[in-house]
């Protein structure tokens, strides 16, 4: 039953990002779920024609169904608040932040919330000299999923220093964030409004939980939630609500940490916050909400309450 009057809510999802193919599993089942509920449901595939398009369509809601770039990092965000459009997740200004490593460093480190160090490089000068000790980690500055991100080891088969013709993410960006290696094990958690759900540690089969074992089925065993020491739960509780809150995130965020278990509290550091967390069959927070006695459908319905809220058309 809809927690909700029916309304007419456009679905936006694909676009030309790396994440496409995610989007689009998750707009359908964002889709499904709503016309379950007996919502009208128009699907928009992001392209050059977005603002006509979503004018002709005239919908209620958006559901902001896109990841990456451009319908993560503000961009679509702005125009949206151009046209008055009322939309999930969260604005501009936190999305321009949140998908920016470093902003995200900038602005969540000074307040306790513990983060790898690191600079960002450019792509060429690893041709001649290492940024930093191996292991290190080198990420893309904006993009999600583990798009780009390779781990630089003295056995590392791209060379030392790193060749030019080797495979990784130096041959895709110009520039990329270098930070040190932290060993241990993945864990993650969702912000749903104001409340941290769960803790939920992921255990990939190939050792490193990259774009195929986040979104190839049976790749990543779930354990939700975590099994770890309670402190350590509740750190990753605390520090994914205060950087939820610190970067102003609306709807649903998920923050991903990596944690050292030999070093107990001083090991857990987090990586990111993803404003915009996938909803496809294999997604966390999906997974977190269902655990916590949400169903697909009302996460959301609940996701679209908080955007019509915030743009003052639900009281």
């Given at each position: 039953?809809?927690?909700?009057?029916?309304?007419?809510?456009?679905?936006?999802?694909?676009?030309?990002?790396?994440?496409?193919?995610?989007?689009?599993?998750?707009?359908?089942?964002?889709?499904?779920?709503?016309?379950?509920?007996?919502?009208?449901?128009?699907?928009?595939?992001?392209?050059?024609?977005?603002?006509?398009?979503?004018?002709?369509?005239?919908?209620?809601?958006?559901?902001?169904?896109?990841?990456?770039?451009?319908?993560?990092?503000?961009?679509?965000?702005?125009?949206?608040?151009?046209?008055?459009?009322?939309?999930?997740?969260?604005?501009?200004?936190?999305?321009?932040?949140?998908?920016?490593?470093?902003?995200?460093?900038?602005?969540?480190?000074?307040?306790?919330?513990?983060?790898?160090?690191?600079?960002?490089?450019?792509?060429?000068?690893?041709?001649?000299?290492?940024?930093?000790?191996?292991?290190?980690?080198?990420?893309?500055?904006?993009?999600?999923?583990?798009?780009?991100?390779?781990?630089?080891?003295?056995?590392?088969?791209?060379?030392?220093?790193?060749?030019?013709?080797?495979?990784g993410p130096w041959q895709q960006f110009e520039s990329l964030l270098a930070e040190p290696y932290i060993r241990g094990r993945e864990l993650t958690t969702a912000v749903l409004g104001d409340r941290a759900l769960l803790v939920t540690e992921l255990v990939p089969k190939s050792g490193f939980y990259d774009f195929a074992s986040k979104y190839t089925e049976g790749m990543t065993q779930h354990v939700c939630p975590a099994q770890i020491p309670e402190d350590i739960a509740r750190l990753c509780l605390e520090y994914a609500l205060a950087a939820h809150r610190r970067l102003g995130c609306r709807g649903v965020s998920r923050s991903d940490f990596r944690w050292d278990d030999e070093r107990g509290e001083e090991g857990l550091f987090l990586l990111e916050t993803n404003t915009q967390p996938g909803m496809t069959p294999l997604s966390l927070v999906p997974e977190q909400a269902l655990a916590c006695g949400i169903s697909y459908p009302e996460l959301v319905e609940i996701i679209i309450e908080d955007a019509l809220r915030h743009s003052g058309r639900m009281s």
């Open positions: 039953m809809s927690r909700l009057p029916h309304l007419h809510v456009a679905v936006l999802m694909g676009g030309p990002a790396n994440e496409r193919e995610v989007s689009l599993m998750s707009g359908n089942g964002v889709a499904d779920a709503l016309e379950g509920l007996g919502h009208r449901v128009t699907l928009i595939d992001l392209d050059r024609d977005i603002a006509v398009r979503l004018t002709d369509a005239a919908p209620d809601v958006v559901f902001n169904a896109l990841h990456g770039v451009p319908g993560e990092d503000g961009t679509v965000q702005g125009m949206m608040d151009l046209m008055g459009i009322a939309y999930t997740h969260s604005g501009m200004a936190t999305s321009v932040i949140a998908i920016d490593k470093e902003l995200t460093k900038q602005a969540l480190v000074p307040h306790g919330i513990p983060m790898p160090g690191g600079r960002v490089v450019k792509s060429a000068d690893l041709f001649t000299a290492d940024p930093m000790p191996r292991p290190y980690v080198l990420k893309p500055v904006n993009e999600g999923s583990s798009v780009g991100v390779a781990i630089v080891t003295e056995a590392s088969n791209c060379g030392n220093p790193i060749r030019p013709d080797a495979e």
